[in-house]
């Protein structure tokens, strides 16, 4: 999968912009604040719709600008694609796919699959659950269409329950409907497990052994599941799974009608981290969250690959110069093959390179 080319139109701090790209590394460099990072955003919204850092479109809109476009040719599946997202300030969104409007974000799901790692991807081991609960979303919802579907309908369904339950008790009636949103919250929430089993399996064959390589063999990362508890097999069919969610519902709903929330299904799941046998989230040091969470994305680049059979589009976003040099140069020789985002600060040099482009950013353009 290649960005050849990418425009911008009022995105963030981009008025315009033009920039063809190379299949194998491409430098984005300048000082703080200028873009840089605003470039990579651009280029992984193009593949699931989605950002790192926005919770919503209108956030990545330029100032007193009402909506913003992004335009990217894509090569991918031996084939061309043009991607399209136009933003507008109060009114949604439109995505577009070699000129037809897509119905869902969903649609996107194959052509352009993106990797980003970034300074706050140390969240994923260091923060909540949510945060390892938003690099799984993101992940399968690249290569799983049905995933995406499913995963939009749950949380859907999930601020309905919500709000029946925190109004329930000024309007009764609201819970005659209680049992049909358990239902269909169940139905989906099987899908959701499923998914996310076979995708943490998946990352359980990949991520200790790039953590161990990275790590020099000193230390060795591990990766547990936690969802409903009474799920003893997440990895079954979702038909499988569905009795066993409503049968969690049942054992919490006089806990969720007391307590006026929504406290069953896996929008409580945990990807659990550990290394070295201790808890990461509590004990790991700085320098190992950011080798584990390196490890994590490095694993997600090579399921991608082994998935579809290309290689997904890397992002690395000013992290190559937080590594010691042993670190930088594992990471480099790791990435060997498919395309490259790298950015760094306008007076940092990134050894161990070969070939692409460099591109000087400055005050959201291109130099």
Known sequence: MIVRRLELDYFRNYAHLEAEFDSRVNLIYGDNAQGKTNLLEAVAYLSAARSHRARYDREMIMLDIDSAFIRGEIFSRDRNFVLEGKLYRGRGRQLFSNGVRL????????????????????????AGAAERRKFLDGAICQLRPRYAQALAEYNRLYDHKTRILRDWPEN???????????????????????YRAHFIKCLREHAPGIHGEFSGGREGL??????????????????????????????????????????????KDDLAVSIGGQNAKIYASQGQTRT???????????????????????????????????????????IRGGQVFITCCE????EGLEGGRAFHIQNGGLI
């Open 103 to 126: 119905k869902t974000a969903g649609e996107l799901a194959g052509i352009l699959n993106t990797v980003l790692f970034c300074p706050e991807d140390l969240s994923l081991i260091r």
């Open 172 to 194: 009764p009636s609201l819970l005659d409907t209680l049992d049909d949103f358990n239902l269909r919250m169940a139905q989906t929430g099987a899908l959701i497990i499923h």
């Open 222 to 267: 591990a990766l547990a599941y936690e969802t409903v508890s009474t799920v003893n097999d997440p990895l079954a069919r979702p038909k499988e799974l569905l009795p066993l969610l409503l049968e969690h519902q049942e054992k919490h709903r006089k806990a969720e009608i007391d307590s006026r929330q929504c406290l069953s299904g896996p929008h």
């Open 292 to 334: 584990a969470a390196l490890s994590l994305k490095l694993a997600q680049r090579e399921i991608f690959q082994e998935d579809t059979g290309e290689w997904p589009v890397l992002l690395l976003d000013d992290v190559l110069s937080e590594l010691d040099p042993k670190r930088q140069a594992f990471v480099l020789n790791r």
């Open 347 to 350: 007076e940092e040099k990134l």
